[in-house]
Each structure stands twice: as structure tokens, then as C-alpha cells.
């Protein structure tokens, strides 16, 4: 059966509380990608040319995965500011403004039995 | 043991094709084991054509010896006579190369004006005498080939003659130029003191080095005899006859007619004729060696029977000079020609035979008739489904098979029989009876291994080319040089089929080679150029293309313009 025939994209908002630890706020997930990166190694998109920012790792408990963030989403907006044209130290900057306790991020997901079988084929 | 060793060497000599045996000699000395006998048929065969040729042509000469720098406005006009009353229309001009019989590579030897001249008379006409019959073909070719050498004995000797008059004018002139006022009138001459003198010492000089130059340049054995003049050497000869005659007209009015007092101008006048005649040498040189050095043209030589190919880098040459050059390069870069190999297994080729017939249903009245009718035959041949070449392919595949297992005997055969063999060295004492020297070491060790060799070389066919003779010297070779059995040069010799000048000369068959082509071979060498050099089983042919014209251009890198990025892949936790 082609699996390729049908996959399920949907945007979903995510709002995301951090976590004091210490002198830091921390949100609880791992990043990948960005222009400067090289996008044929990213082993959760669909189009080996995309340059967006993915999530690679949500820690266990955290406030990323209590808020809903899934592994191999796509973050296409935080805060209302764009990530799909970013560095990948802008993007890290974007998400860790000191002075924001809130995030709200705009990911896109594919469905969840693509999702594993691309990272099981990764 | 020696002694039994030889005794089965002599006993193995018989079957082992000598030179010229009886066919039916030499199946009677054959006792009880049948093995020998194919041995020497086949070669017996295969020497029945090469005696004629061996014995037909001997024809050393060639125009590159120094003397044949005659007048050839001769050999022009007689030429043209000759070529005008054999064909005037452009076909296909066929000329023959005829090759000397001594080794090709030997080309600096000195030879004196007095070996020259002679050659012309030791150079053998066909005498058609030989051991076997010979059918009327042979005998036409025999008498053509007698009118043909008759002639050319006849302007060769001419030839040489004049030549050798011209070189011995040219270095005598200056000489006759100094001497004759001191001769004829010796008191009227002004005195002439230093300079005379000094110019005495560049004259003599000079003269030496024209010398030592000539010698180095046109001494030498010719390696091939042309069909055709060579061009420059004639161009060159007219040059120097033209040159020694105006000076000797100028001489003869100016000097000895009106007995020139001033001798120093005379002598000047000696010296200016010599640095000529060093100029002109120099343009000999530039002609005949240096113009064809600078690759510009690519030759492809193949074989007709088999279908090897060689290439070959040369300059501008004309055709019958390159066909000389190929000819040398076939005898040491193509394998020997055996013709044993050429033809397909009979049980393949049999059943090729189409047994279709056709019928012409209706009127007769096509004119195309047999054209139609043999398209059609082919046609329905072709569709056919026929498997010759499955048996073709198991055959080939038996045969390799076989040729490998005989080729495993044989070098183990090789390998055991060099054990038994070691050099003496000083401090053994050895009993004096069983010190050999390499002949005799290499019977004893050849008995060991004739078996093994005689069947392989039976199976991969080259038993004609390999006399016990030629296998006993090999092996003196490789014993007195300590080949060790990993070089194999024993073994790499028979394995493979080697160049033709490997082997002993008598296989080099004829060295009578016949040029065809389209355009007179004295041509230039030009791109596209297809001639063709002929002999009795097959011929060799070399088609011409021009080098490409390589436009090179420049691209400089800064070196430090070698800059690299990593291609990152980070992940960082937020």
C-alpha cells in the first residue's frame, strides 16, 4: 500500500509555559535545522530541502510535552514571529527571550504514522 | 644420471620438428608412441611456402647510404619511363617493399664506399631452386619477380656509383680550390701569411666535421628498399651537385682563367664552399630525421586475419616511408600470425549451411532476379533459429579449460625441473664429473619437462614456432642469467604468443612486403590516408588520421581560494 498516497498535515498552536530551572527558563524540546544547516540530514521532514526548524527531542515532563509538542513538528511561527526563513541561532534566540514566560508556537505535524515510519526510516 | 637424461633428450629429438625433414623420415624414425607425429606435420606444411620466400629476395639496398646521393634527374626520368609503360591510368598502384635479411635494428653501423658498391652484386635474384615442386603460379611470380630485380640491380649499381662520385667531388673541391694556384702558378701569387693560415685550420676543420657529419647521417645499412625515390634525397643530391657546379664555374672563369694573384681571396672563396656544404648537411638533416619526429599523425595498423591493432604516433612521412615504419614496429609489437588459431571448430561452422531453395512462382522476366532471390535466402537464414552459437560457446569455454589445466602442468613441470638445478658456488667441492656447463644443464632439465611443454604447446597450437633447438637455447638463457622460476621467463615465452621477432628468424617468413595504395607513395602522409602492405596469407591494414589540434587554456587557482564550510547539523535544547 502506498503510504505516500495519503499524509495528514494540520497546524496546531501550541502554547508553551517554561520552566524556571535556576538562573534559566527552559522550554523542554531540542531543535534542529535552519538555513545555515544542512537540510538533506534532517531525518523528520518530508522534503529533503526543507529548512525549517524541527523538533528533534521533547524531554520527558517537560513543559513542551505537557503543552502537546510532539517529536518531528514543525515550527512555523513564534510568538508570531516566522521560522521558516531563520538561522538556526535565531531561532534559538526567538524561544529563549528572557523576558517571555509564554510561548505560543504554530507547528505543523504530519500524521502520526508518518511521523514514525519517517524516523523509524531515518 | 646425466647420461640417461640425454638419452631421452635424443630420444624425444626426432618427433620435434628439425629443420628439414622428409615428411616420411621422420614418421619412420618415430618408434611405437604415436605422440610425435602431429608434431612435425604441421610444421612440415607450414615451411613449404616460407623457403621460397627465404630464398627470393636479398636486397640491401636502399637510398639512404651516403653515396647515393647521385644526380637523380636519371632515376626521375627512368622511372617515369617505367611506371608510364605499366600503367597509365591511376588504379591501384602496387609497389614492393623488399626488406633486407639482416636484423632491423641495426642502422649505425660504419659501412666504407666499398661495401656499398658491392652489394649490389651479392643482392640474389629468385633462383626458384627449392626441395619441392612448384606449381605454375609460382613460377610467373618467379620470373616477374627476376625482371623486376634485373632492372633495378642495374640502376641501383648506377645509382650507388654516382653517388658515391657526387660525395667524393663535393670534399675534394675545396681541397683542388686551394691547391691549384699554388700549382699552376705559384710565383705570381702575393704572399699570404697569417690569415691564409688561419683560414687553412677552419677549412681543415670543417672539413672533418662534414665529415664525421656525413658518416654520422648517411652510413648507414638501409633498412628497406623503397618503391619509389625518396623525394628529399633526390632534392637534396640535386642541391649539391647544383651548388659544386656553380663554384666550379665560377672558379674556372673568375680564378683559374684570369689567374686571380690574390690568394687570400681564393682561399676565403674555398672556405665559403665548405660552410655551404655544412649548411646544406644541416638541411639533411633537418629533412630526412628531424621533420618526421614531431608526432602529427596517428597510424592504425591492423591485421586482416585476426584482427590485432596497433597505433602508432609518427610525423610527416610519405607513405612508402611509413609503411617502412609500421613494418618495422609489426615485427616487435604484433603477435606472431598463426594461422592454426583463425578458424572456428568445424562442427560450429557445419551446420551454418542453409538448406533453403527458393522457387520463382510466376513470370521470369525480373532481371533482379538473383538478388531478390539471395536476400531471401538470407533473410529466412537469419530467422532460423539456429544454435551454432551455443557450440560455439561451449567449445570455446572446453578450450580454455584445457589450455588452462596443460598451462598448470606445464609451469608445475617448470618449477620442479629448476629445483634440481644450482648454481656451483667456489668453496663446494664438487667431483669434476658432475660440473656442468648451461648446454648441458639445460638437457638435463628439459627432459623433465618436454612433456608438459609439447602438450601444451600442441593444445594452444604453437608448436610450429618452437623448435627443440630454440627451447633448448631459452633455457641456457635462463640458466646462465638465474631466472627464478617466479619471473618465469621460460614460462611467460611459451604462454603467451610473443612478437613476431622473438622468434627465430627462419619465422619471420617472408620479408617481401607489397604496398597498396590509392595515391603514389611518395605522398605525404595526409589525414585520411588508407594504404595497404600485402603479403601471401594476410595483410596489414593502416588507415591515417591527423592528430587533433589541442587548444590549451589557462585557469590560474589561487591557492588561497581553497576555503571549505562545514555542513552543520546542530541541535540545541531550549
Known amino acids: ?122 | 644420471k646425466i647420461e640417461s637424461l640425454k638419452v631421452t633428450v635424443d630420444f624425444l629429438k626426432v618427433p620435434l620438428g628439425l629443420k628439414k625433414p622428409p615428411l616420411k623420415e621422420a614418421l619412420a624414425a618415430v618408434p611405437g608412441p604415436g605422440r610425435a607425429k602431429p608434431f612435425g606435420v604441421e610444421r612440415h606444411k607450414s615451411r613449404r611456402c616460407d623457403t621460397m620466400d627465404n630464398e627470393s629476395q636479398y636486397s640491401g639496398y636502399s637510398y639512404k647510404s651516403g653515396h647515393s646521393r647521385s644526380s637523380r634527374k636519371h632515376r626521375d626520368r627512368r622511372d617515369r619511363h617505367r611506371s608510364k609503360s605499366r600503367d597509365g591510368s591511376r588504379g591501384d598502384k602496387s609497389v614492393t617493399i623488399q626488406a633486407p635479411g639482416e636484423p632491423l635494428l641495426d642502422n649505425e653501423s660504419t659501412r666504407g664506399d666499398e661495401r656499398d658498391d658491392n652489394w649490389g652484386e651479392t643482392t640474389t635474384v629468385v633462383t626458384g631452386t627449392s626441395e619441392h615442386s612448384i606449381s605454375h603460379d609460382d613460377i610467373t611470380r618467379i620470373t616477374k619477380d627476376m625482371e623486376d630485380s634485373a632492372h633495378l640491380d642495374c640502376s641501383r649499381h648506377l645509382g650507388v656509383s654516382l653517388a658515391a662520385a657526387l660525395a667524393l667531388l663535393a670534399f675534394v673541391t675545396p681541397l683542388a680550390f686551394m691547391v691549384l694556384p699554388q700549382l699552376l702558378w705559384r710565383e705570381e701569387l702575393e704572399p699570404c701569411g697569417t690569415p691564409c693560415e688561419g683560414l687553412f685550420i677552419s677549412v681543415a676543420f670543417k672539413l672533418l666535421i662534414l665529415l664525421l657529419g656525413s658518416w654520422a647521417l648517411f652510413f648507414r645499412r638501409p633498412k628497406a628498399f623503397f618503391p619509389r625515390i625518396f623525394v628529399f634525397r633526390a632534392l637534396l643530391m640535386v642541391l649539391v651537385f647544383l651548388l659544386v657546379v656553380s663554384y666550379w664555374l665560377f672558379y674556372g672563369v673568375r680564378i683559374l682563367d684570369s689567374r686571380e694573384r690574390n690568394y687570400q681571396g681564393v682561399v676565403q672563396y674555398t672556405v665559403s664552399l665548405v660552410d655551404a656544404l655544412l649548411f646544406v648537411h644541416y638541411l639533411a638533416v633537418v629533412l630526412l630525421e628531424l621533420r618526421q619526429l614531431q608526432p602529427q599523425f596517428t597510424l592504425k595498423a591492423v591485421r586482416s586475419a585476426d584482427g590485432a591493432s596497433r597505433f602508432y604516433n609518427v610525423g610527416h612521412l610519405s607513405i612508402q616511408r611509413a609503411a617502412v615504419w609500421i613494418l618495422e614496429n609489426y615485427y616487435h609489437d604484433f603477435p606472431v600470425y598463426n594461422p592454426a588459431l583463425l578458424n572456428l571448430p568445424k562442427s560450429v561452422l557445419s551446420k551454418k549451411m542453409s538448406g533453403f531453395k527458393v522457387y520463382s512462382l510466376g513470370e521470369e522476366n525480373t532481371t533482379n532476379n538473383s538478388t531478390g532471390q539471395s536476400r531471401a535466402v538470407i533473410a529466412a537464414a537469419a530467422r532460423r533459429r539456429d544454435n551454432s552459437h551455443n557450440e560455439y560457446y561451449y567449445e570455446e569455454a572446453e578450450h580454455e579449460r584445457r589450455v588452462r589445466k596443460r598451462r598448470a602442468r606445464l609451469v608445475v613441470a617448470v618449477e620442479e625441473a629448476f629445483t634440481h638445478i644450482k648454481r656451483l658456488q667456489e668453496e663446494d667441492q664438487k667431483n669434476p664429473r658432475e660440473i656442468m656447463d648451461p648446454r648441458e644443464a639445460a638437457q638435463a632439465i628439459f627432459a623433465s619437462m618436454a612433456r608438459a611443454m609439447q602438450k601444451y604447446l600442441r593444445t594452444t597450437k604453437q608448436q610450429p614456432y618452437h623448435t627443440m633447438e630454440s627451447i633448448l637455447q631459452h633455457l641456457e638463457f635462463c640458466i646462465t642469467h638465474d631466472m627464478t622460476p617466479k619471473v618465469r621467463r621460460v614460462g611467460r615465452r611459451y604462454l603467451t604468443a610473443g612478437p613476431t621477432i622473438q622468434y627465430h628468424k627462419d619465422r619471420w617468413l617472408a620479408k617481401q612486403w607489397t604496398l597498396v595504395s590509392e595515391e603514389p607513395v611518395t605522398n605525404g602522409l595526409k589525414d585520411g590516408v588508407v594504404f595497404v602492405l600485402k603479403r601471401q596469407d594476410f595483410s596489414l591494414v593502416v588507415s591515417t588520421k591527423k592528430i587533433p589540434f589541442f587548444k590549451l587554456s589557462e585557469e590560474f587557482v589561487d591557492p588561497k581560494s581553497h576555503k571549505f564550510v562545514m555542513r552543520l547539523q546542530s541541535e540545541t535544547s531550549v
Open chain 1, 1 to 122: 500500500p502506498t503510504i505516500l498516497s495519503y499524509f495528514i498535515f494540520f497546524q496546531q498552536r501550541i502554547e508553551i509555559h517554561k520552566l524556571r530551572q535556576g538562573d534559566n527558563l527552559i522550554l523542554g524540546f531540542s531543535i534542529g535545522g535552519g538555513i545555515d544547516q544542512d537540510p538533506t540530514q534532517n531525518p523528520f521532514s518530508e522534503d529533503k530541502t526543507d529548512k525549517g526548524i524541527y523538533v528533534t527531542r521533547v524531554t520527558e515532563g517537560g513543559p513542551a510535552e505537557v503543552a502537546g509538542l510532539q517529536i518531528g513538528d514543525k515550527i512555523m511561527q513564534v510568538n508570531g514571529w516566522d521560522m521558516t526563513m531563520v538561522t538556526h541561532d535565531q531561532a534559538r534566540k526567538r524561544l529563549t527571550k528572557r523576558n517571555e514566560e509564554v510561548v505560543r508556537l504554530l507547528v505543523t505535524r504530519q500524521s502520526l504514522q508518518k511521523a514514525v515510519q519517517q524516523s523509524m526510516m531515518s
